[in-house]
C-alpha cells in the first residue's frame, strides 16, 4: 500500500475567452500550461467534483497529470491547495472520477495502468494523505457513485487483476473502513450487452445508464439476489444512454443520450414497474450540442453541455423546463469531436457552482439572479397588498424593519425591476410593469419574503 503526498502549484493561466453567459457571473477561471492533453480529443481536463470540510469549501478537477483540489470558500479568490498526482497520468489518460464520503476521496481513471486512490481530505487545506493506492480491486473504471447510507462504492466498467484483467460492468464495495476497500460482487443487467456507464445510487435503490440499452432501476439491498425494479428500454430520441439524475423525492428523472442533437428527456419515475417519459427538450443552441453530465438541485437542473458549456434549467414544472441560465467555457465555434463542458457540481452550500472544461479547466460561478423564483420561502411575516396590484403595490414590514431591497422577476426568473434605495411608506412603484404574473421578493435586514404577484 503506499501513502503519498504530491503538492504542486504550477504555472497557472487565465484565459481571455469570449464568453457568452445569462444570469452567471464568472468568479474564478484556473487552467495550467504545463500540463497535456489527452492523445484522444486533446482534453488536458474532466471531472469535477465539489465538497466541504473544515467548514471551508472545496472543488476537485481531475486531469491529465492528476487530480487538483482547490479552496474556493472565498471564491473570486479560490487557489490550488493541493495536487495528487495519478498512478498514471500523460497523454494516454482521457477520464478521472471522483466521489467523496466520511472526510475521504475516490478517485479513479478510466485509461492507463492506474488504480483507485483514497485520499485523506480531514486536514485540508493543508495537507492530503494518499491512505490507500492499489490497482488490486480497481486498475480503471469509467464512473463511481456512493451509496452513502450504506457505505457501499459503486464502480462501472471495472478492469482490475481480481478481475482476470477482464471488466465488469458494474461492481460494489463495501467502505465502512475507508482505506480498506473490500469487494463484494459484480453485476449485470441480465439480457444486457452494453454495460453499465453511469449510475445514481440512494440507499440500495441504483438508476443505471446502460449506454444503447437503456435505463434501468436495480434494488441490491440483497446482494445475493439484486432484484430489477424498472427500466426504460425504448423512448423517443433514443441514443446512448449516457447519464442522468433524479429529484429529490424520486419521481422525476432526467437523463441525457451522448449522441449530437438528442434531446434530453424527462422521466416520471414515481411508479418503477411504468416509467413514462413527461417530455423532451433541446437546448437549441446547435443542431450538434450534446448533453453530457447533469446534476438536479431543488427545482435545478445543471446540464454541462459539450461545446455548449453550462445550461441551467428550472424543472418545478417537469412537463415543461425552462431556461433560466447559461455560461459558455469553450471559446471556439465547432461541434466537432468532444470537447468543451465536462461536468458540473451545483451543490455547495454556498451556491458557488464548479463546472470544469476540457479544453480551459475550472470554472467557478454564481447566479447572478434567485434561478429557483419558484422555491419555498419560510420567512413569511412580510406581507404585500392589494395583490393583484396596479401601479403601486404596499409592503407590510413587522416591527419597523428597514428593507434592503425589492426585486421582481418574470416567469422565466429574469429580473425586470429592482430597487435599493428607501421605499417610501414601504410602497412601491409598479407602473413600469405589464400585466402579467411575476414574482416578488423583498429582502429586509433579518427576514425575507416572496410571493406570486398578478399585475393587472
Known amino acids: 500500500m503506499k501513502k503519498l503526498l504530491f503538492i504542486t502549484i504550477g504555472l497557472v493561466t487565465t484565459l481571455s475567452i469570449a464568453q457568452t453567459n445569462e444570469n452567471l457571473e464568472l ?14 480529443y486533446n482534453n488536458t481536463y ?40 495519478g498512478e498514471d497520468f500523460g497523454p494516454a489518460i482521457i477520464h478521472r472520477d471522483y466521489h467523496d464520503r466520511n472526510g475521504y476521496l475516490y478517485a479513479v481513471s478510466d485509461e492507463g495502468n492506474s488504480s483507485l486512490q483514497i485520499i485523506d481530505l480531514k486536514q485540508l487545506p493543508d495537507t492530503a494523505i494518499v491512505v490507500y493506492d492499489s490497482n488490486e480491486l480497481i486498475e480503471t473504471s469509467h464512473n463511481i457513485f456512493i451509496d452513502e447510507a450504506k457505505n457501499i462504492l459503486y464502480a462501472c466498467n471495472v478492469r482490475a487483476p481480481n478481475l482476470g484483467w477482464s471488466s465488469t460492468s458494474l461492481a460494489l464495495y463495501d467502505i465502512n473502513e475507508p482505506s480498506n476497500p473490500v469487494h463484494l460482487i459484480d453485476y449485470e443487467v441480465p439480457g444486457t450487452g452494453s454495460g453499465v456507464h453511469d449510475m445514481w445510487v ?7 445508464n446502460n449506454g444503447y440499452d437503456g435505463l434501468f432501476i436495480v434494488d441490491f439491498s440483497d446482494l445475493n439476489s439484486p432484484q430489477l425494479l424498472g427500466s426504460l428500454t425504448e423512448y423517443p430520441d433514443k441514443g446512448y444512454n449516457h447519464s442522468g439524475w433524479p429529484t429529490l423525492d424520486l419521481k422525476t428523472y432526467v437523463m441525457a443520450d451522448e449522441n449530437w442533437g438528442y434531446d434530453m428527456k424527462v422521466l416520471d ?25 447533469q446534476i438536479i438541485n431543488g427545482n435545478l437542473l445543471y446540464v454541462s453541455s459539450y461545446h455548449d458549456g453550462l445550461q441551467v434549467y428550472n424543472i418545478s414544472e417537469p412537463e415543461n ?36 472544461d476540457m479544453q480551459y479547466g475550472l470554472f467557478v460561478l454564481k447566479p447572478s439572479i434567485d ?14 397588498y392589494p395583490n393583484p396590484a396596479q401601479n403601486e403595490l404596499k409592503i407590510g414590514v413587522p416591527n419597523n424593519e428597514k428593507l434592503s431591497s425589492v426585486s421582481v422577476y418574470d416567469s422565466t426568473g ?27 421578493k423583498v429582502q429586509g435586514l433579518r427576514t425575507s419574503y416572496q410571493e406570486k404577484l398578478i399585475v393587472k
Open 27 to 40: 468568479l474564478y477561471q484556473w487552467n495550467e500550461d504545463s500540463l497535456v492533453g489527452s492523445s484522444a
Open 46 to 85: 474532466n471531472e469535477v467534483w465539489g465538497f466541504v470540510m473544515n467548514n471551508k469549501e472545496f472543488a476537485v478537477i481531475g486531469s491529465t497529470a492528476g487530480t487538483h483540489i482547490f479552496d474556493v470558500t472565498d471564491a473570486e479568490n479560490s487557489k490550488e491547495v493541493q495536487f495528487i498526482a
Open 202 to 208: 440512494r440507499n440500495d435503490t441504483a438508476i443505471l
Open 269 to 293: 419515475i414515481s411508479n418503477l414497474s411504468n416509467i413514462d417519459v413527461t417530455t423532451t427538450f433541446n437546448p437549441e443552441i446547435d443542431a450538434n450540442s450534446i448533453a453530457h453530465n
Open 321 to 356: 423546463p425552462t431556461k433560466v441560465a447559461s455560461f459558455s467555457t469553450y471559446a471556439l465555434d465547432d461541434h466537432d469531436s468532444y470537447r468543451g463542458a465536462w461536468g458540473v457540481y451545483p451543490l455547495l452550500p454556498s451556491g458557488t457552482i464548479l463546472v470544469s
Open 371 to 384: 434561478l429557483d423564483i419558484h422555491k419555498e420561502i419560510k420567512q413569511t411575516n412580510m406581507s404585500i
Open 414 to 440: 429574469s429580473l425586470i425591476l429592482k430597487n435599493t434605495t428607501t421605499i417610501a411608506n414601504n410602497t412601491l412603484d409598479i407602473s413600469p410593469l405589464k400585466s402579467g404574473i411575476y414574482i416578488l
